[in-house]
Nanobody
């Protein structure tokens, strides 16, 4: 298990951009499959984007073309760049991680597959 600390949330206008960060503790960054989920008030948690250990990226249809997940091994940090934000993107955003072997292409869109979670960061989008 790893510790995750998120930052970067905040109020943004529709059409604007925001970058979320998820710092990964320890020396496991090179072996963690990362994912971002979000949960809007009164709704279930939903998959947003994933990044496998091998660097593959995957997106929910609702954010594809607007959001980008990336990693910086020098900073042990995964980012979620969010562009052209919409009011329906309003939610709490959570990063999660699962340690895998080096070079793994594994990823998941299911929250149940991840054992390490960040505390969450709020992203209200005003219309």
């Amino acid at each position: 298990q790893v510790q995750l600390v998120e930052s970067g949330g905040g109020l943004v206008q529709a059409g604007g951009s925001l970058r979320l960060s998820c710092a990964v503790s320890g020396r496991t960054f090179g072996r963690v499959s990362m994912v971002w989920f979000r949960q809007a008030p009164g709704k279930e948690r939903e998959f947003v984007a994933a990044r496998s250990v091998s660097g593959g990226t995957y997106y929910a249809a609702s954010v594809k073309g607007r959001f980008t997940i990336s990693g910086d091994s020098a900073k042990n940090t995964v980012y979620l760049q969010m562009n052209n934000l919409k009011s329906e993107d309003t939610a709490g955003y959570y990063c999660a991680a699962q340690v895998k072997r080096y070079g793994s292409s594994w990823y998941s869109t299911s929250a149940a597959d991840f054992t390490s979670w960040g505390q969450g960061t709020q992203v209200p989008v005003s219309s």
